[in-house]
């Protein structure tokens, strides 16, 4: 995506237009029964973030001080919501009326309807914060990893009142450098954290954009050693995932393929998905490489290391062309996906059948350096999902 769209749309992470005070103050007499000046013994009345649901202010606890972060939906909400999901159902249905081939959106709407409700319930959302803190404080992730702590008499299903955490942005690369934190300890924990959740939990934080994962020192280091370990603070848990324990074993063996550059696992991994034909996609998608690269994953590591070129997006983005997401002509110059050949297949290029110019059926280009070739090692007629990919010579 262009970074003209990217760097625009990120300020809705945070910073989307507030609710007046005025409003603020009429939900919190709603939900709690006073205003939020007697409920707290200080309530800020700009929030220090706003999203599309709800703003978040600061206050302090009576009686302790102890400072708070309270979350109070924008007004009308549940209305606008539903009138929100009616608009787009109508869109979405037309668009598909139209272009019933090119327009293939109607999940998107399928997966959006029934949970969106369910963040409006901040019930829900304190209940998911209390499980997801019970399964890291229990793990080896103990003190890694910080949940809020609800308060639960200072909230109800629009207001949610929290611990209020300090931390940056687990993206803001200044303010991860000003802290002395590795950015290395950084991936590897916020890595460590949703693979658990994923492949331990089952119970997966669905919204970790920038604005909802912070990152801050260890607490009460005592070393200058240990004060470069890294916690995370994960904020907003409205929306979560059950992940069978089916599921998490097939896409481990998704990853172990990944990992080892086996394209026959990969394949198999995704049918049981039901990704079908479309491995390579989501293979390109999950590692933000090529499908040369990843094959090539097992003797080279740093082949899955993102480098975000315009001619891997190229590539990546050809698949999509070529595995039938989008009617293009085939006039493509980029890989199409294919299982690895046996190393014996790609030794016998001119015994293994007349060679021939490679169609799009075929590889453009080589496998293991990505040059264009122009010879196909496969005998006519056959498969080239089952014998391999071209190399040129």
């Given amino acids: 995506m ?13 910073h989307n237009r507030c609710s007046d005070i005025a409003d603020v103050r009429r939900v919190v007499q709603e939900e709690l029964g006073a205003p939020p000046e007697q409920l707290f013994a200080s309530f800020d009345p700009e929030p220090i973030a706003s999203a599309s649901l709800a703003q978040v202010h600061r206050a302090t606890r009576r009686g302790t001080g102890e400072p708070l972060a309270v979350k109070v939906q924008h007004a009308g909400m549940l209305d606008a919501c539903a009138a929100d999901l009616r608009a787009v159902s109508l869109a979405v249905g037309l668009a598909e009326w139209l272009f019933p081939d090119e327009f293939r959106l109607g999940w998107v709407l399928a997966e959006l309807a029934p949970h969106l409700p369910l963040e409006l319930d901040f019930r829900r959302e304190a209940a998911n914060a209390a499980r997801c803190r019970e399964f890291f404080a229990a793990g080896a ?9 609800v308060h639960g008499e200072l909230s109800s299903t629009r207001v949610l009142t929290m611990s209020f955490e300090e931390g940056v942005s687990v993206t803001d690369v200044a303010g991860i450098a000003r802290q002395r934190l590795p950015p290395r300890a950084v991936a590897r924990q916020l890595s460590e954290c949703f693979c658990g959740m994923i492949f331990e939990g089952g119970f997966v934080h669905c919204d970790p954009h920038p604005g909802n994962v912070l990152v801050r020192p260890m607490p009460g280091a005592a070393d200058a050693a240990s004060k470069t370990d890294v916690q995370l603070v994960l904020l907003d848990h409205g929306l979560y995932r059950e992940l069978p324990r089916h599921f998490t074993l097939i896409y481990s063996r998704l990853w172990r393929g990944l990992v080892l550059g086996d394209a026959d696992e990969i394949r198999l991994a995704a049918e049981e998905m039901g990704v079908g034909p479309y491995y390579p996609l989501l293979a390109a998608m999950l590692t933000a490489r090529p499908w040369n690269d990843i094959l090539q994953a097992a003797e080279q590591p740093a082949a899955l290391v993102a480098r975000g070129t315009k001619e891997d997006q190229a590539q990546i983005a050809g698949y999509v062309c070529l595995t ?17 050949a046996s190393p014996a297949l790609d030794r016998r290029p001119s015994t293994h059948g007349r060679s021939r110019r490679c169609s799009t059926a075929c590889l453009r280009r080589c496998y293991s350096c990505s040059r264009p070739t122009t010879a196909c090692a496969m005998p006519s007629g056959s498969s080239p999902l089952a014998l391999g990919s071209a190399r040129c010579w």
């Avoid at 262009?2 to 945070?14: I, K, M, R």
């Avoid at 992730?141 to 702590?149: E, F, I, K, M, Y």
């Avoid at 989008?326 to 690895?340: A, G, K, N, V």
């Fill in 2 to 14: 262009p970074e003209q769209y990217t760097h625009g749309l990120s300020a809705l992470f945070e």
């Fill in 141 to 149: 992730l103990a003190g890694r990893v910080v949940v809020p702590q």
């Fill in 324 to 340: 039938g997401l989008e009617p293009q002509p085939s006039r493509l110059e980029i890989d199409l996906p294919l299982t690895r």
